[in-house]
């Protein structure tokens, strides 16, 4: 019967010429042009090298976007302060340099390396997050979170999310082969995230913990933890925040303002209210690239955490639109690298890196708009910053490197690889090694994910 179609059917209305493509079974048809748009946007996502050329994208327009409003947000505090429109600017090209290279390994480093010296990565991150308590480390605007390497300052809490995501995916990747138990999810990983969240409170730095408890979220997520588990993490929060805020004045102010804004004015709620009074100034099509005035004072950290105010402001809803459209597009290439990859450490590390990163957008995003209290989270690739631009470069970097590794991607590199004996122009510009393919071992080891076809999924690169 495979060679037959039922005459009722729309394979059988289109067998029989009665129905075209483009045309719904309904009769209706669609434009030819929506038709044709449909068509392509088909195929060129079907294409193996579409995700990089995303995340090549994406990347990239964040960070000239970044660059640009970091220059109008700060050139008024710039020349405030020393003298020069461009002093904050300067410093964030400095660090994007810095994230370009950081960019550039991450995106040539092999899998294997990654994965094998992730637990040396945590380690440092956690032995430099205890230096900065230490008298090594320089305290700035009452946060003890910084260690100073000459004219340049190192924050250890950003790399220590990306360590985390990387050492805690490869736990749990090797323990995928024991029983669904909890202590089996939560040991080492969850010791090992508290240890890192008290450094950091410690420091303090309340947002920075929140973006690492959703990596470790993330991890658990896509880990495959059970809903149980999520429950009780979310009481353990609630009773954790609760207990933050009584002990820290300011945070319980914060809380307050933004339950009821019209309280202080002047006080706590200030720097939201003047976020939402920039917003409404821009309207739908803004004021204009470097004419905002919330800039002059009125708005505290204009080009670090609000800078989206200042987007709202000088490029109205359109320019906020294009932002969420970028950060909608990294979470969808994010999600698209993981579900099309075979290597299963692979695929927990970009859908956790993707988490991270877009999560930490929509927080920012939302306490700008007043949806969410106020935290200090930067907007990643577009708030002003040192170490979180190099970092968050460096993740972008491990995203393009798995898109390379696709198993798509994987065939399409080494087919150009050997019809043209030589590598396609984007490894040849970059110097990259071709792409190793994913081979699952050949017998179920420990620690090993065994697979339906009772193969081990953890493979050698």
Same mark, same amino acid.
């Given at each position: 019967?495979?060679?037959?179609?039922?005459?009722?059917?729309?394979?059988?209305?289109?067998?029989?010429?009665?129905? +075209?493509?483009?045309?719904?079974?309904?009769?209706?048809?669609?434009?030819?042009?929506?038709?044709?748009?449909?068509?392509?946007?088909?195929?060129?996502?079907? *294409?193996?090298?579409?995700?990089?050329?995303?995340?090549?994208?994406?990347?990239? #327009?964040?960070?000239?976007?970044?660059?640009?409003?970091?220059?109008?947000?700060?050139?008024?505090?710039?020349?405030?302060?020393?003298?020069?429109?461009?002093?904050?600017?300067?410093?964030?090209?400095?660090?994007?340099?810095?994230?370009?290279?950081?960019?550039?390994? !991450?995106?040539?480093?092999?899998? *294997?390396?990654?994965?094998?010296?992730?637990?040396?990565?945590?380690?440092?991150? +956690?032995?430099?997050?205890?230096?900065?308590?230490?008298?090594?480390?320089?305290?700035?605007?009452?946060?003890?979170?910084?260690?100073?390497?000459?004219?340049?300052?190192?924050?250890?809490?950003?790399?220590?999310?990306?360590?985390?995501?990387?050492?805690?995916?490869?736990?749990?990747?090797?323990?995928?082969?024991?029983? /669904?138990?909890?202590?089996?999810?939560?040991?080492?990983?969850?010791?090992?995230?508290?240890?890192?969240?008290?450094? +950091?409170? #410690?420091?303090?730095?309340?947002?920075?913990?929140?973006?690492?408890?959703?990596?470790?979220?993330?991890?658990?997520?896509?880990?495959?933890?059970?809903?149980?588990?999520?429950?009780?993490?979310?009481?353990?929060?609630?009773?954790?925040?609760?207990?933050?805020?009584?002990?820290? $004045?300011?945070?319980?102010?914060?809380? +307050?303002?933004? #339950? @009821?804004?019209?309280?202080?004015?002047?006080?706590?709620?200030?720097?939201?209210?003047?976020?939402?009074?920039?917003?409404?100034?821009?309207?739908?099509?803004?004021? $204009?690239?470097?004419?905002?005035?919330?800039?002059?004072?009125?708005?505290?950290?204009?080009? @670090?955490?609000?800078?989206?105010?200042?987007?709202?402001?000088?490029?109205?809803?359109?320019?906020?639109?294009?932002?969420?459209?970028?950060?909608?597009?990294?979470?969808?290439? !994010?999600?698209?690298?993981?579900?099309? @990859?075979?290597?299963?450490?692979?695929?927990?590390?970009?859908?956790?890196?993707?988490?991270?990163?877009?999560?930490? =957008?929509?927080?920012?995003?939302?306490?700008?708009?007043?949806?969410?209290?106020?935290?200090?989270?930067?907007?990643?690739?577009?708030?002003?910053?040192?170490?979180?631009?190099?970092?968050?470069?460096? =993740?972008?970097?491990?995203?393009? @490197?798995?898109? /390379?590794?696709?198993?798509?991607?994987?065939?399409?590199?080494?087919?150009?690889?050997?019809?043209?004996?030589?590598?396609?122009?984007?490894?040849?510009?970059?110097?990259?090694?071709?792409?190793?393919?994913?081979?699952?071992?050949?017998?179920?080891?420990?620690?090993?994910?065994?697979?339906?076809? $009772?193969?081990?999924?953890?493979?050698? *690169?």
């Amino acid at each position: 019967m495979s060679g037959f179609t039922r005459p009722g059917t729309t394979a059988g209305r289109l067998a029989q010429g009665r129905l +075209v493509p483009g045309r719904s079974a309904q009769g209706r048809s669609a434009p030819g042009w929506v038709v044709a748009a449909r068509e392509r946007l088909t195929g060129w996502l079907a *294409r193996p090298l579409t995700s990089l050329h995303l995340v090549l994208a994406v990347f990239g #327009l964040l960070a000239l976007f970044g660059l640009v409003m970091v220059l109008s947000a700060s050139s008024v505090e710039s020349y405030t302060r020393a003298g020069s429109s461009y002093a904050v600017f300067v410093r964030q090209l400095v660090y994007c340099g810095l994230g370009l290279v950081l960019f550039w390994l !991450g995106l040539r480093i092999p899998v *294997r390396v990654l994965r094998g010296t992730s637990g040396l990565f945590l380690l440092v991150c +956690v032995v430099l997050l205890a230096m900065v308590l230490s008298p090594l480390g320089a305290e700035i605007n009452g946060a003890q979170k910084w260690l100073r390497l000459g004219p340049l300052s190192l924050q250890p809490s950003e790399p220590a999310k990306l360590a985390l995501a990387l050492w805690g995916a490869h736990v749990l990747i090797t323990k995928r082969v024991l029983p /669904r138990q909890w202590r089996h999810l939560l040991v080492p990983l969850v010791p090992m995230a508290v240890t890192i969240f008290a450094l +950091v409170m #410690l420091q303090p730095d309340l947002g920075t913990t929140i973006t690492l408890a959703v990596v470790l979220l993330a991890l658990l997520w896509f880990g495959g933890a059970p809903g149980e588990l999520f429950g009780a993490i979310a009481i353990a929060a609630l009773v954790g925040a609760v207990a933050m805020a009584g002990i820290a $004045g300011y945070r319980s102010a914060r809380i +307050v303002s933004f #339950l @009821n804004p019209g309280a202080d004015p002047q006080g706590a709620a200030y720097q939201a209210r003047q976020a939402m009074f920039s917003l409404a100034d821009g309207g739908w099509w803004g004021v $204009g690239l470097g004419q905002g005035s919330a800039k002059w004072d009125y708005l505290p950290n204009a080009y @670090n955490d609000f800078i989206f105010a200042i987007i709202g402001e000088e490029l109205g809803f359109l320019g906020c639109l294009v932002v969420l459209l970028l950060f909608g597009t990294l979470a969808y290439v !994010g999600i698209r690298i993981a579900a099309r @990859n075979t290597d299963p450490w692979i695929r927990l590390v970009a859908a956790t890196v993707t988490t991270w990163l877009v999560g930490q =957008a929509a927080i920012n995003i939302g306490y700008v708009v007043g949806l969410l209290p106020i935290t200090g989270i930067p907007l990643p690739l577009i708030s002003s910053g040192g170490t979180s631009i190099a970092l968050t470069m460096l =993740a972008f970097g491990l995203l393009a @490197n798995f898109a /390379r590794h696709e198993p798509q991607a994987v065939s399409a590199l080494r087919y150009e690889l050997t019809r043209s004996g030589r590598p396609d122009v984007l490894t040849r510009l970059l110097r990259l090694r071709p792409p190793v393919p994913y081979v699952p071992a050949s017998r179920p080891r420990a620690g090993a994910w065994p697979t339906s076809s $009772g193969r081990s999924s953890r493979g050698r *690169r």
